[in-house]
């Protein structure tokens, strides 16, 4: 009973109330922008808004369960949970149907479910369990191996195997707690560099490409000039790897990646002009916010949103409903929630004792803060439209029971700090 007792006055409630804040705000904006003048009531189950009320009030007893669950369980079980989500990631193409050349949808009865938004949080946990092992230090490119290894293996098996690109971006965000951890962040410079090259490629031909990596690495071998030699082939190898990465970015555009997605990047790049096709999404996504000006149309008055000229207006592009029925000030709020949420986030990472903790919490940090930047930058048209959901505010109960899952496991580590010594 004390202990009981201890976690809830330990629990973070600043962060609850924003879950909460989120979640039923996103709940009011789903019923939004499906609704017509024809609607039924907010709370029945023959709409999304229906269903998305029972998600919620399912994924609210789901968290404070979890709140009850002892901490080191998670830990203990890191292992086998990675185990068993494997496994079903990689029956989920036998059993999923084809949903616009995805196969990440296991229906069960009149339900849904995509295992994807789950592997997250256990690959999470798995990343978290392996680092935070007491011999474990990160000091070189080999203790790296194991823990990109548990990431990469499931961003493969969806990415490929699932056909589902966005879902299995998402994994890189792990990055973020490697470099907490101590990773070079010439690492990231090197992704930066990676993702420059890819576009220019992509872009202007793989000449412009030559020649700015010819630039950097020559002021590189100038600058080690008089270094020892094993300076001098490490900038060779990398030199040629970069290579590497210009002429596969051109082989994996032409033809790996599907059609849509070739034609989404092209769009994005400006090398198309596709406002009725490929463009339309993010083009009718910009006239409804737009629309909205400072103050919005109102409540359940949104024309763009009524007559349907967004296409998955309450799952990846509700935030312009956002924008076209409560405005600029209402978009920014939202966006300050968000923000909140994420410093609060980094604040319950930081105050962690131990690794395991804090490796699990810069997981979430970097899942929490890829969501949010790609679901926005592809709604205003500043990044591709890959498909993720806006946390707490889509449609769908998977991703919604997802993100619950990753925050309130995290908050049932940050509440058992108190116990531990630093």
């Given amino acids: 009973m004390n202990r009981s007792n201890s976690i809830w006055s330990s629990v973070d409630w600043v962060m609850i109330a924003l879950f ?3 979640s039923f705000f996103g709940w009011l904006n789903i019923y939004g922008a499906g609704y017509n003048f024809e609607q039924t009531s907010i709370f029945s189950f023959s709409n ?35 185990g068993v989500m494997i496994l079903i990631l990689v029956a989920t193409p036998f059993l999923a149907h ?24 256990i690959t999470a946990i798995a990343v978290a369990k392996y680092m935070g092992r007491y011999e474990y230090r990160l000091r070189t490119w080999r ?3 194991v823990p990109f290894l548990l ?20 994994f890189v965000a792990f990055l973020l707690a490697f470099y907490r951890q101590g990773m070079s962040g010439l690492v990231l410079l090197a992704g930066i560099l990676a993702i420059i090259v890819f576009v220019v490629t992509i872009r202007w031909s793989i000449l412009p490409t030559l020649i700015i990596l010819t630039v950097i690495f020559g002021r590189g071998a100038w600058r080690l000039w008089h270094k020892p030699l094993v300076h001098k082939v490490i900038l060779t190898v990398c030199f040629v790897v970069y290579i590497g990465i210009a002429c596969g970015s051109s082989y994996a555009f032409n033809h790996i990646l599907q059609p849509h997605q070739r034609t989404r990047i092209e769009v994005l790049l400006g090398m198309k002009d596709d406002p009725a096709g490929a463009g339309y999404n993010v083009n009718q996504s910009l006239i409804a916010i737009g629309s909205g000006q400072f103050l919005g149309k109102g409540y359940l008055q949104g024309t763009q949103t009524k007559l349907k000229f ?9 935030f312009c409903t956002v924008g076209e029925e409560w405005g600029f000030l209402g978009s920014t709020i939202v966006l300050l929630a968000y923000l909140g949420f994420i410093l609060r986030l980094i604040t319950i990472a930081e105050r962690q004792r131990d690794t395991f903790s804090q490796v699990y919490a810069y997981c979430v940090v970097g899942v929490f803060l890829m969501h949010l930047t790609i679901n926005v930058g592809m709604v205003l048209g500043l990044l591709p439209v890959i ?10 109960g998977s991703s919604l029971f997802g993100f619950t899952m990753l925050l309130f496991i995290l908050l049932r580590l940050d509440a058992a700090r108190v116990n531990k010594l630093h």
């Fill in 20 to 22: 909460l804040f989120l």
């Fill in 387 to 396: 498909g993720i959901p806006l946390p707490f505010f889509s449609y769908g």
């Fill in 48 to 82: 999304r808004a229906g269903k998305q009320f029972v998600w919620l009030m399912t994924a609210l007893v789901m968290g404070f369960v979890i709140l009850l669950i002892d901490e080191k369980t998670y830990d203990i079980l890191g292992y086998v949970l990675y």
């Fill in 310 to 318: 967004v296409p998955e207006q309450d799952t990846d592009f509700i």
């Fill in 98 to 121: 084809d949903i616009k050349g995805s196969y990440s949808w296991i229906t069960i009865g009149s339900m849904s479910i995509q295992p994807a938004e789950f592997a997250k949080c």
């Fill in 143 to 145: 203790d790296l191996v």
């Fill in 151 to 170: 990431i990469v293996v499931p961003m493969l098996i969806i990415m490929v195997a699932q056909r589902e690109t966005g879902s299995a971006l998402v």
